[in-house]
């Protein structure tokens, strides 16, 4: 398996400009994640999708961020407009309800993120 | 209150020491646990679950207090390739959702 997949890997745009993350999650994984990682508040939980349904978007700091799974094998993370605070590394990452059952851990397998620069 | 604190370090050891690591979570209803290591501009990578008993993989052991709220990473033996920011992570409720902390930076030094 590939793993999680997220693109772009890097991107820099201008505040006020939209901006869209996508991510793949490994298959047959039923829990999909978006994550923000900055170095003063560290890996912030945005929102959680379970069978591609969105659970809990209480992480989603305002109306400028939203997010869609349209299906099982692909996640958008959109900010529209953007602003410079947003600049971070945005993961997504993926895992199995089986995982947790068999381990008694909740297993998270990320992807190798989306730096975004906002200028 | 953060949910889930850390020591942001720097620990800076000698190769071959031991080193430890606690985490502190205000949730008495946390349920799981877990060690991620994140290298330099990397993603978290699970090392280890942390379970009530106490576990052990290899140089790494982790410990639950639930009396007292804490996770703990002990390293031993550190090696060079230890280096990295170690994450906990914790869990509340049911699904998957998992809370992290900001990250313990470990510099292992000959």
């Known amino acids: 398996d590939a793993g999680v997949i997220q693109s772009p890997r890097h991107e820099v745009t201008e505040m006020g400009q939209e901006v869209t993350l996508r991510c793949k999650p490994i298959s047959g994984h039923d829990y999909l994640f978006w994550y923000r990682q900055t170095m003063m508040r560290g890996l912030e939980l945005l929102i959680y999708f379970n069978n591609n349904v969105p659970i809990d978007d209480s992480g989603m700091p305002e109306d400028r961020f939203s997010a869609k799974m349209p299906n099982a094998s692909f996640s958008t993370l959109k900010i529209q407009p953007s602003e410079p605070r947003d600049s971070a590394v945005y993961f997504c990452a993926s895992s199995h309800m089986w995982a947790r059952l068999s381990s008694g851990a909740n297993v998270l397998t990320f992807g190798a993120g989306s730096r975004l620069t906002v200028l | 209150r953060k949910e889930v604190e850390q020591d942001p370090g720097p620990f800076n050891v000698p190769e071959g020491a031991t080193v430890a690591f606690n985490c502190t979570y205000s949730n008495s209803a946390s349920q799981s646990f877990f060690w991620y290591r994140q290298d330099c501009r990397k993603e978290p990578k699970l090392l280890m679950s942390?379970?009530?008993s106490g576990n052990e993989d290899g140089r790494f052991t982790a410990q639950l207090n639930r009396a007292s709220q804490y996770i703990s990473l002990l390293i031993r033996d550190s090696k060079l390739s230890d280096s990295a920011t170690y994450l906990c992570?914790?869990?509340?409720?049911?699904?998957?959702?998992?809370?992290f902390g900001t990250g313990t930076q470990l510099k292992v030094e000959l």
């Open positions: 992570a914790v869990s509340t409720g049911g699904g998957n959702k998992l809370t």
């Open positions: 942390v379970y009530s």
